[in-house]
């Protein structure tokens, strides 16, 4: 399991110490990691190959709008949270 976050890696790597989550994931990619951020879908599949999985092999938790779109366009499955608005239409 990865996390792939925008957020700057010196964020994340403290969150996730302060709630003793960094053992749960094999990979971590932060927006530092990648050169361009979401919507683009760089920090999905470098999670992806970092996991060794094909992307189609990958399943994304978005809670954003940029999230879902840089998902979508990795090739990847994705599951919106329900707190994201939804667009109108």
């Not at 709008?65 to 667009?87: C, F, K, Y």
Request: hydrophobic residues 45%; charged residues 30%.
């Amino acid at each position: 399991m990865a996390l792939a976050s925008s957020s700057p890696r010196r964020l994340v790597e403290a969150t996730l110490a302060r709630f003793g989550f960094r053992d749960r994931f094999d990979a971590v990619v932060t927006g530092d990691c990648v050169a361009r951020p979401k919507p683009a879908p760089d920090i999905f599949l470098e999670a992806a190959r970092r996991l060794g999985l094909p992307r189609e092999g990958c399943v994304v938790l978005e809670d954003s709008l940029a999230g879902v779109r840089a998902a979508s366009a990795a090739g990847m499955r994705v599951i919106r949270s329900r707190s994201m608005p939804r667009r109108r239409r």
